[in-house]
């Protein structure tokens, strides 16, 4: 069904208006933003807290995460904003709430539409909680970078549905914000949501909390990812238990290394957006990682689009294993940071750290080597699709691989939101109980 009210009935309308109005002013620049910091953490006085409140206007940035795009959020070095996909699922979800409000930090939270429906208390909790609430699809279906419009259009429409009416009276708490289960992107779902003025979150780095690893594996990857970038977005699942064991750790290192929480929320009408230049949406890499970029043939990058930018986990076990069988380990032809750009030149090159790749272990060292290549490949897809302006085959044939990203608890989530929706059908005689059983033995088996 179509969700006009979205932006029709809340405090959303009217911040292009109210936007004009404050630039005229000049009253951007001396607006403040109210902030929790670890100084008001009732009871937590060595809480890490939340350094500062981000405003965001999506009309202007409608998609943000360096993985796929080349913008992100204007954040500082070490500043960082956690989000957590695919709740709520009450058992984890309610844990990480708790593993939060301890320390008094602020989040963005992906919720999906037919857990909104079970669990329509988990929602409310997190408007209560002051957290940021957007959406991620009605079903959580991994295939948004292949669906007909229409169905793409009922799978945003119907989440955001399910989790205002979760939010009831409070409906216009809900952000314009959204992230592609699996981070499957296609240029018609990211037409149709930038239409609607919802932005489309990516993210700058994953944890793979979604595999099985174990949550020490979860902190090390949360960490090191972020530490090769220095700052960014940060994307977890707060229905995964190995996340609830792995959360405290990872914002207990976050403060020992002096990193900052900055907490995301839409421009409104009585809340305009935080004043940012251009080029601080552009995520730089650090002097460290460029100079240990091999050098290649550069790379012209204006007009780079959106093309995918895929991580070391975008690809899945099986592949890797394929990889790992035709790989020589050689150098990848990492792409060669930018001459000084043109002027119709993006402002800055967006590329990972290798360090955000380095693992230890004798496989994972050679699984290294296997993502690199894989990334080598995939950047050189991506520059051709640049510089000859592919063919719509050729464009699905490289957004394809893109479509291999297994972010999000992918198939898990699908599977919990589908069995939820059994559970929920009018025929079903399970008790509230029934579903939560029922998704805990899936996860068990996916896991
Ligand atoms: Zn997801």
Request: hydrophobic share 40%.
């Amino acid at each position: 069904m179509g969700d006009e009210s979205f932006f029709m009935g809340g405090a959303w309308r009217g911040v292009g208006l109210w936007r004009q109005t404050a630039l005229a002013c000049g009253l951007l620049a001396g607006l403040a933003v109210h902030t929790a910091s670890a100084a008001d953490c009732p009871g937590h006085p060595n809480a890490l807290g939340t350094s500062r409140t981000l405003v965001v206007d999506p009309r202007e940035h409608p998609r943000i995460g360096t993985m796929q795009y080349p913008e992100t959020l204007p954040l500082a070095d070490h500043e960082v904003v956690l989000t957590f996909d695919d709740g709520p699922l009450p058992r984890n979800s309610n844990k990480v709430l708790d593993i939060l409000a301890a320390e008094c930090v602020k989040a963005t939270f992906f919720t999906i539409g037919e857990m909104a429906r079970f669990s329509p208390e988990g929602v409310r909790k997190l408007l209560a909680a002051d957290h940021t609430i957007g959406t991620h699809t009605q079903t959580h279906p991994l295939s948004m970078n292949r669906m007909p419009t229409e169905r793409a259009k009922q799978e945003i429409d119907d989440g955001i549905a399910s989790t205002k009416a979760a939010l009831g009276d409070n409906a216009d708490a809900l952000a314009p914000f959204f992230r592609i289960p699996g981070l499957l992107r296609a240029d018609n779902v990211e037409d149709y949501l930038a239409e609607q003025g919802i932005q489309v979150w990516s993210a700058d780095f994953l944890a793979d909390d979604w595999r099985h690893i174990s949550s020490a594996r979860v902190y090390d990857l949360a960490i090191s990812r972020l530490e090769a970038k220095g700052r960014g977005i940060l994307l977890l699942h707060d229905i995964q238990a190995r996340t609830v064991a792995a959360l405290p750790r990872i914002l207990e290192t976050l403060k020992a290394r002096g990193y900052r929480i900055v907490h995301v929320v839409p421009a409104t009408a009585e809340r305009p957006a935080t004043p940012t230049e251009p080029q601080e949406w552009q995520l730089h890499p650090s002097p460290e990682a460029v100079a240990q970029w091999p050098q290649v043939p550069n790379f012209v990058f204006a007009n780079l689009g959106n093309l995918p930018a895929p991580a070391r986990s975008d690809f899945d076990e099986a592949e890797q294993t394929t990889s790992l069988l035709q790989t020589s380990f050689s150098r990848p032809s990492w792409p060669q940071p930018p001459e000084p750009a043109p002027e119709n030149a993006m402002p800055t090159l967006v590329a990972p750290a290798s360090s955000l790749f380095e693992l230890q272990g004798g496989l994972d060292v050679a699984r290294h080597g296997a993502a690199l290549s894989h990334r080598a490949r995939m950047a050189s897809v991506a520059h051709e699709a640049d510089s000859k302006r592919l063919s719509p085959r050729e464009a699905r044939r490289a957004n394809s691989r893109q479509g291999r990203l297994a972010h999000a608890g992918g198939r898990q989530a699908r599977r919990a939101a589908a069995n939820v929706s059994r559970q929920n059908a009018p025929s079903a005689t399970a008790t509230r109980r029934g579903p939560v059983k029922r998704m805990v033995q899936v996860r068990k088996r996916r896991v």
